[in-house]
């Protein structure tokens, strides 16, 4: 130590806390992390809107705090005009309620690609066409606790049996007639499969499937919204579904590709997809659910020289594991598929539930950055 220089150690021989003053004048330690603004207690009431319930929540910690910073970053997706906003729609989001939610973020210029599952579009094109799902049971032993003594097993076993006689497929809690998958397959063949009898992708297809949708619902005069893919077909969204032989849609598609002209190509959509990355100026990421549509939004970004400045993930999923579905969006950084300066949030918890209140919470913000109201 230089003579000139003052002594500051102690008596043990460690430097001194630095510290400061609080209001009070009492003495704090200097602390690099400890920064943020004190917890604060939410409060509700009658009439508040459900921006203003999610403001609240940023009041709160654990996953209320984290809802309102996915509603924040998926209101500035929404309101700055030069971003891409990718959305990935994962697990039974359509069978069980969610369709119209997506169709009208489609509608609104709000999603520029949608990744889902050919099962959500197969369900998807079952209400198009005229088909319903139906509130059902999960877990008959709750409504007969004392059936089989209590033997649950044996209950939810009978359960599913009887369903099968009736001809009911089960979803959890929603319920299916088998006859709406022949409608659907009727649909296909008489509507779909003509106009492309040859190779193509499957976002060519998908978009076709669109078409069919929309006419077929005007044409049967369908009370239901005509949904998804319609949407998406008639406002130019590509729909991809990189895993579509995983789904009834999949296996109709190959049935009919053995006696015709009809086949798709797995890789086309890549060079469509990676060209519509590589123009975003900005690009964000809504992940609904994990599997291959999850991995198939953020891996583009492994195709391009960017990344995704935004990203939402709602899922119930956890990380210990390792699994992809659980993954969380800080490990995507790692394979540059964020940017380091990206802003993310996961939520944890039931897409049926967290899917609607970010997204309308979202979408009221959205209105008021676009004002210049924040």
Known sequence: MSEDAPDESTQDGNAPDETTQDGNGHAEPDREEFHEAPIGHAKVRAGMSVGELATEYGKAGIGAATVDRAVDIYAEMLAREDVTNFFGLAGAMVPTGMRAIVADLIRDGHIDALVTTGANLTHDAIEAVGGKHHHGRANPQDDHPAAHGGDSAATAREHDESLREEGVDRIYNVYLPQEHFALFETHLRENVFPAVERR????????????????????????????????????????????????????????????????????????????????????????????????????????????????????????????????????????????????????????????????????????????GAE
């Open 200 to 371: 193509v992708s499957i976002q060519e297809f998908t978009a076709e499937l669109g078409r069919a949708n929309a006419e077929q619902n005007d044409a049967r005069d369908v009370a239901e919204d005509p949904g998804i893919a319609a949407a998406a077909y008639e406002h130019d969204v590509p729909i991809y579904c990189p895993a579509i032989q995983d789904s009834v849609l999949g296996i109709q598609a190959w049935i009919y590709s053995q006696t015709s002209e009809f086949g798709l190509d797995a890789l086309g959509d890549m060079t469509h997809l990676s060209d519509l990355a590589f123009d975003a100026e900005r690009a964000g990421a809504m992940v609904v659910g994990g599997g291959v549509p999850k991995n198939y939004v953020l891996q583009t970004m492994l195709t391009i020289p960017d990344a995704y400045d935004y990203a939402v993930q709602l899922t119930m999923d956890p990380d210990h594991t390792g699994g992809l579905s659980g993954a969380t969006l800080d490990e995507a950084r790692s394979w540059g598929k964020l940017e380091r300066s990206a802003r993310n949030a996961t939520v944890v918890g039931d897409a049926t539930i967290t899917l609607p209140l970010v997204v309308a919470a979202a979408r009221e913000r959205a209105v008021a950055k676009s004002d």
